[in-house]
């Protein structure tokens, strides 16, 4: 079945460092892929997607480009800040299955002043 | 907002009872989705709806779980006999259909169990 892994929190950064967040999948067809956060006491929402190979989702200065080649759609951001402080989910949908989205395990991201 | 609303917000009920929880998404027409956000499990797929009918019920962990909407529009999701392990935050979601390919998620019912 569908799976997606991401990399194992929480990561600590200080404000205005780079972040990665590694995200791969498995999954049959051609799935699209997302990023959601939940940001302390508040619900899950979207915070980019991409629908095909090759093409980058941007929102809030996060990005991320689906990779078909790897399987990957890691996020990236060039200087957090401490409103960024955060869980984010790596998520594929798969077109073919109903449209419901498999989830990552999540990756609590602290930004620290 | 993301035009779900859940209710209740938070439900505490003693082990055995039967609980009710219901998603209210904006406008009616959408297919809606019921996710469950566990410790152990992390967030996984309940059940799904295209209008009334739900085509694909494989992830509703056991045959006490059980949902339906109406009209298009308000879904119910009954747990009978809840146990323990069903503690945990209930989410819907709504799709707006056509190909944006993306779900709105309502803020959760906390469910414990007691």
């Known amino acids: 079945g569908d799976s997606v892994t991401q990399m194992e929190g929480p990561v600590t950064l200080s404000e205005e460092a780079f972040l990665t967040i590694n995200c791969t999948y498995t999954?049959?067809?051609?799935?699209?892929l997302f990023w959601y956060v939940q940001y302390p006491g508040e619900g899950l929402q979207l915070l980019l997607k991409a629908t095909k190979a090759d093409d980058k989702g941007s929102n809030k200065g996060f990005e991320a480009t689906y990779r078909k080649e790897t399987t990957s759609f890691h996020l990236e951001k060039g200087s957090v800040q401490v409103s960024d402080s955060a869980v984010y989910f790596c998520?594929?949908?798969?077109?073919?299955?109903?449209?419901?989205?498999?989830f990552g395990g999540g990756t609590r991201l602290m930004v620290k002043p | 907002g993301a035009g779900v609303s859940q209710s209740p917000s938070n439900k505490v009920t003693e082990k055995g009872k039967d609980v009710e929880l219901r998603c209210d998404p904006i406008s009616g027409h959408t297919a809606l989705y019921w996710y469950r956000q566990s410790l152990g499990q992390g967030l996984e797929f309940l059940i799904y709806f295209q209008g009334n009918s739900a085509p694909d019920k494989s992830g509703l962990p056991s045959d006490r779980f059980s949902a339906e909407r109406t009209g298009g529009s308000v879904s119910t999701l009954t747990i009978q006999r809840t146990q323990q392990e069903d503690s945990a935050v209930y989410l819907c979601a709504r799709d707006p259909g056509g190909e944006t390919y993306e779900q709105y998620f309502g803020p959760g019912t906390r469910l414990t169990v007691t």
């Open positions: 998520a594929l949908m798969n077109n073919n299955a109903g449209n419901m989205l498999t």
């Open positions: 999954a049959t067809g051609y799935p699209s």
